[in-house]
């Protein structure tokens, strides 16, 4: 199999339908490892959704940002057929880049429905793509949005991930549930990253016990659960939501219903004052979900020295490891007796707090995952090579390498 030389300076073309203010965790990833990139000194170029208001080129820390019509109502979640509106604009301007350069590298986050543009792209150009699979793009882990639209796209789905020259899974946990679906997928794990110096926190002691929970509103996301563990508390900590989503309003109603202090803030961008603010005010963080990747507010909260409580149901565990309290999904007294420990107990919250901050140091900084990336982008080059480097061959290489081919 080709690969390029190690000091090569890189092209990449990335397409992720989200970006910063739009979207969540994925948004974050792709602008993240795209900044780290251009630092490093690679070239990149991406696609994503034009959202209100927001230019159609911009050039945001050194890399170029290319914006297509689509149609998206919300900031924070997009419906299966906005993701389809997203679709032949993105393919229309990642085939013009593609003619005034020839990119080393073609990286698609989301198996759908970025994967779907880098699919078409190389039907047409043979160019060969990578894709980062985020989790809403995979069979089974959000039922409660994409079911139907996993179910009338299989065959595509199957189709793009068999394709792909390598598909990254940030978590363990994600790569198993994507192996359930297919046995056709080459497939590595690289983490999601994190610039260790935003939020950061290196004192947990200047914090209050304040509970924060940044999350998408989702009935999967478990925060109903963590607000009826609170109130079985004697002092509960007074408690702050950031997010918006379909389970917003039934969300405020119980929380209403219950002896407690909340304070929604709804959507708040990943620039804004208020959302660092909260970050490092709150000592204690909460992620009660039922199924994650490998959320970056998880990364987030770590950043900023907090004490974590989350599930052991899913890939954050992948993420905190030991620097956190888990608890099985939707077990209140499970959850209520890990905040009422955190809340009681100062040296357990900062032993958590601190530990949790250098988990995040250690091994999710972003410089240390964009090494991962590049070492990946090297090895699986966009170029057709050779006629003797088919599909077939790149896989075999694969193999010998010691990727997981399945």
Sequence with gaps: MNSMPPRKRLSVLTLCFEFPPLGGGGSKVARGLASMLARRGHEVDLVTTRGRGLAAHERIDGFDVWRVPAVRTRPDVSSAFELATYVLPSLYRAMRLCRARRYDVVHAHFILPDGVV???????????????????????FNPDRFHLAHRLM?????????????????????????????????????????????????????????????????????????????????????????????????????????PLDVTFHGWLDNDSVELERLFRRCGIFALPSSSENFPVSLLEAMSSSMAIITTADSGCQDVVGDAALLTAYGDVDQLADALGRLVGDEKERFRLATAARRRLVDHF???????????????????PGPADASLETARAARGRAGLTVR
């Design 118 to 140: 880098a699919w078409i792209m190389r039907l047409v150009t043979g160019r060969r793509y990578i894709v980062t699979a985020h989790g809403s793009d995979v069979p089974g």
């Design 154 to 258: 299989g065959p595509l789905w199957r189709r793009i991930v068999r394709d792909a020259d390598a598909i990254i899974c940030p978590s363990p946990w994600l790569r198993q549930l994507l192996h359930r679906q297919t046995a056709q997928a080459a497939t590595l794990v690289v983490p999601n990253g994190f610039d260790p110096e935003r939020f950061r926190v290196d004192d947990p002691s200047s914090k209050t016990v304040d509970l924060l929970c940044v999350s998408r509103l989702l009935e999967r996301k478990g925060l109903q659960h963590i607000l009826a563990a609170a109130a079985r508390l004697e002092r509960p900590p007074r408690i702050h939501v950031v997010g918006d989503g379909p389970y917003a309003a039934e969300l405020r109603a119980k929380a209403e219903a219950l």
């Design 365 to 383: 900084s972003w410089d240390a995952v964009a090494r991962q990336y590049v070492d990946v982008y090297r090895t699986h080059p966009a170029d």
